[in-house]
C-alpha cells in the first residue's frame, strides 16, 4: 500500500493532472496579460500569439494611467478590501469563540442564525441596504462598502472558524485561566494563533468577491472620489466601442495587488500549518 | 487550616445532574486521589474545585477562605492535564512563566523560582525549548513544573500519566511521589487506575456516578470497603464474587483462594497467566469463573480439575444492594 503511492506512474499521473489543471487554471489570465502589451490590430487578429516588435504597445497602460483618478481607484479597493477582510477576521473569529466556547441559551439558534446568511445572498437586500445608506448618509462612502462587506463574509467566517475553533484544547484554554489570562488573552494569544490556518482560509475565500465586486460600488458609491478599480475599469468599456487595450491593461494591473494579497496569506496558511498545535 | 473542604458539592449539566453531595476535606500536605470509572465525574470535581465549572450548590474553601465564586487564577491551585496543555507559541520558560508574569511577580522571583523547578524537574537543558521539540515525558515534566513555580496551595492532577507509555508512566508516578515529598504540598490527583491510587495515595477517595463511596487509606479500602464496588474496584486481579446461600453476595479476593483438597470449589481450570513472581489461575465452577492468585511458579495448566478452598475469615458478605455485611 504505502510503495504503491509512490510508484512513478502514479506520481506522473497526478503531476500530470495537476499540471492540467493549473493550464486551464492560468490560460485566461495568460490570455489577459499577453494581450495587454500588444495594439488593438494584435489582438484582433492572433489574441493568443505573444507581443512581438511589430505587435508590441503600452497604449493600453498610457490610457489607464493618463485616466488620471486610477490611483485612487486602487487606493479605494484597497482600503476597502484590506478593512474588510480585517473585520470579517476579528469578527468572524470573536463570534465563532463565543459560539464555540460558551455554554448560553440559544447558542445553538445563534450558530444557526448566524450560518443562514450562507445561504441568503445579500444583494437580494440592496434596495433596503440603499435606504439604510441613504438615511445615514453613508452613500458615495468608503464606509458603506466596508460595512456591506463585512456584513456578507461574516456568516461564513464564524461558521468555517466555530469548526476549528471547537477543535482547540479545553485543557489548553483551562491553563490559560489558571495562569490568570484573561478570556481575551486566551482568544487573542491562544486560539487565534492555532485557527490561522482557517483564518487565512476565510481571508482568501473572501478577497476576491470583495475586490472584484461591480454591483455595490455602482450602487452604494458611484461617485468619482470613491470609486473602485472594477468600476473604474468600466468608464473604458462603452455601449458601441470598447477600448480593449485599456481594459485589458487596467485588469492586468488589477491583478497585482491581489496576488500580493494571496501570498501573505498563503504564506500564514503554511505557517500555521506547520506550527500546529502540541497535543 | 484544611487545606481544602468541599461542602455539599453539586454540579449539573442542563439535565446531567454529575455531581451529588460531595463532602470532602483534605488536610495540608495529604496527598488524595479520586478514583472511579471513566464519566463518573472525577474531572468535574477537580474541574469544579479549581474554578473552572461553577458548582450548581455547595461551598468551596481552600486554605480555610471561602472560594466559591473566586476566578481560577486567585484560588492558590495549580493543575495538571492530561494533555499536558502547553502553550505552543512560548518556549518552557515562558510556558512556566505565564502566570507569574500575570500575577505580576518580580524578574527576580520569576528566576529563582524557574531555576529551582527547573532543577528538581531536570529541565535545565531544554528551557529555550518549544513543546514541539520535547517528548511526552519532558512535556509532562514541564507542565508540573508550570504549577510548581505558582507554589500552589494545593496541586490538582487530572490523570497526569495516561498518554504516557507505560515505563515512563512507573517512573513520573515515582516522580510525583518524591516531588509531593519534597514540596509537601497538599495534592489531588484524578486516575481511573487503581494500581496508582493505591500506590500515590496517603488517602483514596472513591467515586461512582457522580457519588462519594467511600474515603480512606489505600490499605483501608482494600481490607474494609464499605461496600460491593469498592471491593471489586481495588485490587488487581479484582475480587471474587459469588452467590451466597442469602441471597446476597459473597466476595474473596484471589490471593485469599487457594488449590486444597479440603476445599469446597471444585473447578476446571480455564485460563493460566504466569507472571513469574505471581501465577493467575481461572477456574471454572459451578458458581462462576473465579480468579485464584498463587504466589511463585505453580505447574497447573489449562483443563487441570482443582479443588478451591478459602479461609472464611477472609470472606466478605454483601447485601442484595451491595451493602458490606459485617
Ligand atoms: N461540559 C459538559 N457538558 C455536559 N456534560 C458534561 C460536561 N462535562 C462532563 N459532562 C458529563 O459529566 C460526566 C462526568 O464527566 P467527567 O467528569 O469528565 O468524568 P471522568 O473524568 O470521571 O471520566 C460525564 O457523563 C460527562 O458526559
Ligand atoms: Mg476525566
Redesign the pocket.
Known amino acids: 500500500m504505502h510503495k504503491a503511492r509512490h510508484s512513478p506512474l502514479n506520481s506522473i499521473a497526478a503531476h500530470g493532472a495537476l499540471i492540467l489543471w493549473t493550464v486551464i487554471a492560468l490560460f485566461p489570465v495568460v490570455v489577459i496579460l499577453i494581450n495587454s502589451f500588444k495594439t488593438r490590430q494584435a489582438i484582433f487578429r492572433e489574441p493568443l500569439a505573444l507581443p512581438t516588435g511589430e505587435s508590441f504597445s503600452m497604449i493600453g497602460y498610457q490610457t489607464v494611467m493618463k485616466q488620471g483618478d486610477f490611483f485612487l481607484y486602487f487606493q479605494n479597493s484597497m482600503i476597502v478590501t484590506v478593512v474588510s477582510l480585517f473585520l470579517i477576521l476579528l469578527f468572524g473569529a470573536m463570534a465563532a469563540f463565543a459560539l464555540s466556547e460558551y455554554?448560553f441559551k440559544g447558542n445553538t439558534l445563534m450558530g444557526l442564525y448566524l450560518a443562514l446568511g450562507i445561504m441568503i445572498p445579500i444583494r437580494i437586500g440592496t434596495v433596503a441596504i440603499l435606504q439604510m445608506m441613504v438615511a445615514t448618509g453613508l452613500v458615495n462612502t468608503l464606509t458603506a462598502l466596508i460595512l456591506v462587506y463585512t456584513a456578507q463574509g461574516l456568516p461564513l467566517a464564524v461558521f468555517i472558524l466555530s469548526e476549528f475553533m471547537r477543535q482547540v484544547s479545553d485543557d489548553l484554554k483551562n491553563a490559560g485561566r489558571i495562569d490568570g489570562m484573561s478570556e481575551y488573552a486566551i482568544f487573542f494569544k491562544l486560539v487565534l494563533p492555532l485557527v490561522r490556518p482557517a483564518m487565512a482560509t476565510v481571508a482568501v475565500f473572501n478577497m476576491i468577491p470583495i475586490w472584484n465586486d461591480l454591483w455595490f460600488p455602482l450602487i452604494l458609491a458611484p461617485s468619482e472620489a470613491t470609486k473602485t478599480l472594477t468600476l473604474g475599469s468600466q468608464v473604458f468599456i462603452g455601449q458601441f466601442v470598447t477600448d480593449w487595450n485599456a481594459v485589458l491593461s487596467a485588469l492586468s494591473l488589477a491583478i497585482l495587488p491581489v496576488l500580493v494579497l494571496y501570498v501573505i496569506f498563503s504564506r500564514q496558511l503554511i505557517r500555521g500549518i506547520t506550527s500546529g498545535a502540541v497535543k | 487550616m484544611t487545606a481544602l473542604s468541599l461542602e455539599k458539592i453539586n454540579k449539573s449539566?442542563?439535565d446531567?445532574h454529575?455531581l451529588k453531595d460531595i463532602n470532602l476535606t483534605v488536610e495540608p500536605g495529604e496527598f488524595v486521589v479520586f478514583v472511579?470509572?471513566?464519566?463518573?465525574?472525577?474531572?468535574?470535581?477537580?474541574?469544579t474545585i479549581a474554578g473552572l465549572?461553577d458548582a450548581s450548590s455547595g461551598t468551596i474553601r481552600i486554605g480555610g477562605k471561602e472560594v466559591t465564586q473566586t476566578p481560577p487564577a486567585k484560588r492558590g491551585i495549580a493543575m495538571v492535564f492530561q494533555s499536558y496543555a502547553l502553550y505552543p507559541h512560548l518556549d518552557v520558560t515562558g510556558n512556566m512563566t505565564l502566570g507569574l508574569k500575570q500575577a505580576g511577580e518580580t524578574k527576580a522571583v520569576i528566576d529563582e523560582r524557574i531555576g529551582v523547578a527547573a532543577k528538581m524537574l531536570s529541565l535545565e537543558a531544554y528551557l529555550k525549548r518549544r513543546p514541539a521539540e520535547l517528548s511526552g515525558g519532558q512535556r509532562q515534566r514541564v507542565a508540573i513544573g508550570r504549577a510548581i513555580v505558582r507554589k500552589p496551595e494545593l496541586f490538582l492532577f487530572?490523570?497526569p500519566l495516561s498518554n504516557l507509555d507505560a515505563a515512563l508512566r512507573m517512573a513520573t508516578r515515582v516522580e510525583i511521589a518524591r516531588l509531593h515529598r519534597e514540596l509537601g504540598a497538599s495534592m489531588i490527583y484524578?486516575t481511573?487506575d487503581q494500581t496508582e491510587a493505591m500506590t500515590l495515595a496517603d488517602r483514596i477517595v472513591v467515586?461512582r456516578d457522580?457519588r462519594i463511596e467511600q474515603v480512606g487509606s489505600p490499605m483501608e479500602l482494600y481490607n474494609d470497603p464499605d461496600n460491593q464496588f469498592v471491593a471489586g474496584f481495588l485490587g488487581a486481579p479484582s475480587m471474587n464474587f459469588l452467590p451466597s446461600e442469602a441471597g446476597g453476595t459473597l466476595g474473596i479476593r484471589p490471593e485469599h483462594l487457594t488449590i486444597s483438597a479440603t476445599g469446597t470449589l471444585p473447578g476446571t481450570v480455564t485460563h493460566v497467566e504466569r507472571l513469574g513472581g505471581d501465577t493467575n489461575l481461572l477456574v471454572e465452577t459451578a458458581q462462576g469463573i473465579l480468579t485464584v492468585r498463587l504466589f511463585g511458579q505453580h505447574p497447573e495448566k489449562v483443563g487441570d480439575k482443582v479443588v478451591l478452598g478459602y479461609d472464611p475469615g477472609h470472606v466478605y458478605r454483601f447485601d442484595k444492594d451491595g451493602k458490606r455485611l459485617r
Open positions: 455554554r | 449539566f442542563g446531567v454529575v472511579g470509572p471513566s464519566g463518573c465525574g472525577k474531572s468535574t470535581l477537580l474541574r465549572e487530572d490523570e484524578v481511573h467515586l457522580g
